[in-house]
């Protein structure tokens, strides 16, 4: 199990959940942020501080962005798992479905 971060993150990525993470398993894309599923250690303590609230336990992800788990994972089948997100830094790019959605925030 592991958390996820899901629409609400697109085009804002405020980064405190980034700040909270004891093990350093956020990682920054160029539109959202990803967590990797097999460096999180679930203890939650992205989730409160997440200012949009786009950060779910994958059990209780809503219906509407339900596909945000395989979004998660498939946003690390090429980079592997490097061991934390500081040293690797923003990568550019996204998951194919976040990089297909529209502009995000109402001012652009």
């Known amino acids: 199990m592991t958390y996820i971060i899901a629409q609400p993150c697109v085009d804002v990525k405020d980064r405190a959940c980034v700040d909270e993470c004891p093990v350093d398993c956020i990682y ?8 990797h599923p097999d460096e999180c250690v679930d203890c939650g303590a ?3 501080v997440c200012p949009v609230e786009a950060i779910y336990y994958e059990d209780d992800v809503p219906e509407e962005w ?3 788990y395989d979004v998660n994972v498939d946003f690390f089948k ?7 997100a500081a040293a690797v830094g ?6 194919p479905f976040v990089a297909a959605l529209p502009p995000q925030n109402a001012d652009e």
Do not use: V
């Open 28 to 35: 920054e894309g160029e539109r959202s942020l990803y967590i």
């Open 46 to 48: 992205c989730e409160p």
């Open 78 to 84: 090429d980079l592997g798992s490097p061991g934390g």
């Open 90 to 95: 923003p990568i550019s790019g996204d998951h």
């Open 66 to 68: 339900a596909n945000y």
